[in-house]
């Protein structure tokens, strides 16, 4: 059983008259019951992932969505992959990869993953495996051997149990779903090479498949980059395996998707400055 499993069975024994199991025993079958459920219960969690989704739903009333929705997506899509690179350790200027000269592997594998995750959104739920797969081939090619591109290097039971909670899962709120995602990818680093771009990219393909992004304006890489420290200590602290630990990630990730949001407006007023 796994430190997040122990966490559900200490926060709510019983929901709804059901016990609540570790969420691997969902693997093979349609999810019935929110397994992540009492992770709501943690103290200061659901009024944060609340308070991101509000933040969200107001900057998409921003009124360059209407009609440069395509242009505010692909400048966060950049956004998102300079800042996932960062995280990996390769920082470079916006400008400087707006402009193409930066052929860093890490870089250019962050934005092949940037380019293609919108081609990963129906696999996503069906095949989660799969998707990961094809996401390690993106970001990892020309950083690892050939051989070890789209193939895991650990954690494959954790992944199998990841995998049952994603797959047929529309139960568990689009927000916890993808922190849950993106946190126990980042604890197993289960690829070789930038693993940390293959889990945050899964949690953006969580947010798009579930209709809370759906067309993927949500830079919450961004938010991690900004909150950098922050991000690392609590995916250390949720590593642990602890009600605290996981409540110090779910409340940072609120926090960096609450970021994204305000990135968001930001990039909608560039783009209507520049109209």
């Known amino acids: 059983m796994t430190g997040l499993c122990l966490v559900l069975r200490e926060s709510c024994q019983f929901r709804a008259g059901l016990r609540i199991p570790c969420f691997g025993s969902f693997t093979g079958y349609r999810v019935r019951v929110d397994p992540l459920a009492p992770l709501l219960d943690l103290a200061d969690v659901a009024p944060a992932l609340a308070g991101a989704r509000d933040r969200v739903d107001a900057a998409m009333r921003h009124r360059a969505l209407r009609r440069h ?7 966060a899509s950049l956004r998102a992959a300079v800042a996932s690179a960062a995280l990996e350790g390769n920082a470079y200027e916006l400008e400087e990869v707006r402009g193409g000269t930066v052929t860093d592997p890490v870089l250019q594998g962050a934005l092949r993953v940037a380019e293609g995750i919108g081609g990963l959104v129906d696999m996503w739920p069906r095949a989660p495996r799969q998707a990961l797969a094809k996401l390690h081939v993106l970001a990892a090619r020309g950083v690892v051997p050939a051989a070890d591109l789209g193939r895991l290097t650990s954690g494959a039971e954790r992944i199998d149990a990841l995998a049952g909670l994603v797959a047929g899962n529309d139960r568990t709120p689009p927000l916890l779903l993808a922190a849950i995602v993106h946190a126990e990818l980042i604890t197993l680093r289960p690829f ?14 969580t947010l798009i498949n579930r209709g809370f992004d759906p067309r993927g304006l949500v830079a919450v890489e961004v938010g991690h980059r900004e909150r950098e420290p922050e991000y690392v200590g609590s995916a250390g602290a949720y590593a642990t395996g602890t ?14 998707v609450t970021a994204a949001s305000e990135e968001m407006t930001r990039i909608g007023d560039g783009v209507l400055a520049a109209a």
Request: charged share 15%.
């Open 243 to 256: 009600p605290d630990g996981v409540r110090s990630w779910l409340r940072h990730y609120a926090a960096a």
């Open 192 to 205: 070789a090479g930038p693993a940390g771009v293959v889990a945050r990219a899964a949690a953006r393909l």
């Open 69 to 75: 929705g395509g242009q505010v997506a692909a400048e």
